[in-house]
């Protein structure tokens, strides 16, 4: 299955500023009947939750009304080949959303006036999705990974290769490989017909979604003679390139995929880690912790954000002027209207989705966290003092 898009993402993030409730199930499909085994568990913890926020009747209503519309989606899935299922349900808001899954997630279910969306945000940032090219001389495959674990696209093959070399035998057999190796697939030239068709192909692919970069496989001769034809802005995308046989499945290409990733990660990481020490050494456009982060992506300042190991920040959203702040506000300084808690990693992502501002998260799983004690960072493109002096008074009480 394709991993989530942008827009599964975006039609959530357009709902902000309503009180209706939205229930937010996460459902490992991976365990058969697991979420029905699980929710009363998280029931009895949720119902709590919204009995004090909806008072007793109210909010058992809309649980039990959103939780059947949950179960059926559930049911419908049942058998399919997703590993989970985010769905959003609000039925005053007629919200009904469902993104299936390609990674595990556990059994979990939150009760608020916005979708509990950091599952869903933390995946989209933590590992990127890369384009895959693998090429011959006769044809190419492209595949995607989000992370390491690459996925079928889709194919293309050089015309003439049916008639000449395949009539009546299945694709991908070593017979047709060897028989041109010898004399054309190391010889593609920039001259080539199907490697025009292949930079079509590719180009074509990459404008239809967001990729972090490229992966050209195959022969080098190809391959460097294919990266010499690409468009400059998808030549600059190309983030590694490697010999590989041709196949057509994708678990073949795993291991080089998984490496090649996992290098432009590090490489990316320590350059985003040198340049941000280098900005808090001469505190030099750069924001920290989740105030400043949040203020600059309010304000469209920040070109950049950066997660230390931490996943839970405190932060507050007025109920009023929907404002957001870093920090556990009680009264939003502007409007004076009580603040309800949410979590400050959320609104970070969020917004920076919604502005198409960068993020990089370091892996949960480190040592040390680099960005101890901020926990957060952003670059900045200016300085607080370019914003409007009503917006930036107060921000940080
Ligand atoms: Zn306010």
């Known amino acids: 299955m394709m991993p989530m898009t942008r827009q599964q993402i975006e039609v959530l993030l357009d709902r902000l500023?309503?009180?209706?409730?939205?229930?937010?199930?996460?459902?490992?499909?991976?365990?058969?009947?697991?979420?029905a085994r699980d929710v009363d568990l998280h029931l009895k913890n949720q119902a709590r939750a919204a009995a004090e926020a909806?008072?007793?009747?109210?909010?058992?209503?809309?649980?039990?009304?959103?939780?059947?519309?949950?179960?059926?989606?559930?049911?419908?899935?049942?058998?399919?080949?997703?590993?989970?299922?985010?769905?959003?349900?609000?039925?005053?808001?007629?919200?009904?959303?469902?993104?299936?899954?390609?990674?595990?997630?556990?059994?979990?279910?939150?009760?608020?006036?916005?979708?509990?969306?950091?599952?869903?945000?933390?995946?989209?940032?933590?590992?990127?999705?890369?384009?895959?090219?693998?090429?011959?001389?006769?044809?190419?495959?492209?595949?995607l990974a989000h992370g390491g674990e690459p996925e079928w696209v889709r194919d293309l093959e050089r015309k003439d290769v049916q008639e000449?070399?395949?009539?009546?035998?299945?694709?991908?057999?070593?017979?047709?490989?060897?028989?041109?190796?010898?004399?054309?697939?190391l010889h593609a030239s920039v001259d080539d017909q199907f490697l025009?068709?292949?930079?079509?192909?590719?180009?074509?692919?990459?404008?239809?979604?967001?990729?972090?970069?490229?992966?050209?496989?195959?022969?080098?001769?190809?391959?460097?003679?294919?990266?010499?034809?690409?468009?400059?802005?998808?030549?600059?995308?190309v983030v590694g390139e490697a010999p590989h046989a041709m196949t057509a499945r994708p678990q073949d290409l795993s291991d080089d995929v998984i490496r090649i990733v996992e290098k432009v990660r590090t490489e990316r990481?320590?350059?985003?880690?040198?340049?941000?020490?280098?900005?808090?050494?001469?505190?030099?456009?750069?924001?920290?912790?989740?105030?400043?982060?949040?203020?600059?992506?309010?304000?469209?300042?920040?070109?950049?954000?950066i997660f230390g190991t931490h996943r839970d920040m405190q932060g507050a959203r007025c109920s009023e002027c929907g404002y957001r702040f870093g920090l556990p506000v009680e009264v939003c300084p502007y409007c004076l209207a009580a603040c309800k808690k949410v979590n400050a990693v959320q609104e970070i992502l969020r917004l920076a989705v919604r502005h198409r501002v960068p993020v990089h998260l370091v892996r949960r799983g480190a040592a040390t966290d680099p960005l101890a004690p901020a926990g957060v960072a952003a670059f900045l493109r200016a300085e607080a003092n370019w914003t409007p002096p009503a917006v930036t008074a107060g921000a940080r009480s």
């Open 17 to 35: 500023d309503q009180h209706d409730y939205v229930v937010s199930a996460y459902v490992d499909m991976t365990v058969k009947n697991g979420f």
């Open 54 to 143: 909806l008072g007793p009747t109210q909010a058992r209503k809309e649980l039990d009304a959103n939780l059947e519309v949950i179960r059926q989606i559930v049911a419908d899935h049942a058998g399919s080949p997703v590993h989970g299922l985010a769905i959003f349900s609000s039925l005053p808001r007629g919200l009904r959303h469902v993104v299936p899954l390609d990674f595990e997630v556990e059994n979990h279910l939150v009760l608020d006036e916005e979708p509990f969306l950091l599952p869903l945000l933390e995946r989209w940032y933590g590992e990127a999705t890369h384009l895959i090219v693998l090429l011959d001389s006769d044809e190419a495959h492209l595949f």
């Open 164 to 185: 000449d070399y395949q009539r009546d035998k299945p694709r991908f057999t070593y017979k047709k490989r060897f028989a041109r190796a010898q004399h054309e697939r």
């Open 196 to 237: 025009h068709e292949v930079r079509e192909f590719v180009a074509e692919a990459w404008g239809h979604d967001h990729y972090a970069g490229l992966i050209l496989l195959g022969q080098p001769p190809i391959t460097a003679s294919l990266r010499r034809l690409l468009p400059r802005e998808l030549g600059q995308a």
């Open 269 to 305: 990481e320590q350059l985003l880690l040198t340049e941000l020490r280098e900005r808090w050494r001469r505190d030099h456009l750069v924001a920290s912790g989740p105030s400043e982060v949040l203020d600059a992506l309010l304000q469209g300042r920040a070109t950049q954000v």
